[in-house]
């Protein structure tokens, strides 16, 4: 069975730091591309980031470029989302989705056609 499964979520202080992982079981995640998404309650799904087959970062939103970053970690089927500097405006359940490509070298931008995706993790910034 494929499936994508996020974890790492919490609940934290503003200014702290998490990291979450979404993790690839039932197919390779070298052959996709991996973004990553939240929404909070009353909102829209935000798109956060997309990170490519060949490890660019394609795209981190206005809202977290200075603070969030993404990486991938093949061996371990695992991408991994580092959130630091959280604020309360950063609370929300947050998926990941994986976009696969036939082209190594193709930068999508995630933000189309995603295949897979998980079911989410909660996070909540509060004092």
């Known amino acids: 069975q494929m499936q994508l499964v996020e974890s790492g979520g919490g609940l934290v202080q503003p200014g702290d730091s998490l990291r979450l992982s979404c993790t690839a079981s039932g197919f390779r995640l070298d052959y996709y591309a991996i973004g990553w998404f939240r929404e909070a309650p009353g909102k829209e799904r935000e798109a956060i980031s997309c990170?490519?087959?060949?490890?660019?970062?394609?795209y981190l939103a206005d809202s977290v470029k200075d603070r969030f970053t993404v990486s991938r970690n093949n061996a371990q089927n695992t991408v991994y989302l580092q959130m630091n500097s959280l604020k309360p405006e950063d609370s929300a359940v947050y998926y990941c989705a994986a976009e696969y490509s036939n082209d190594y070298y193709y930068d999508t931008l995630c933000l189309y056609g995603m295949d897979y995706w998980g079911k989410g993790t909660l996070v909540t910034v509060s004092s």
């Open positions: 990170i490519s087959r060949r490890d660019k970062i394609t």
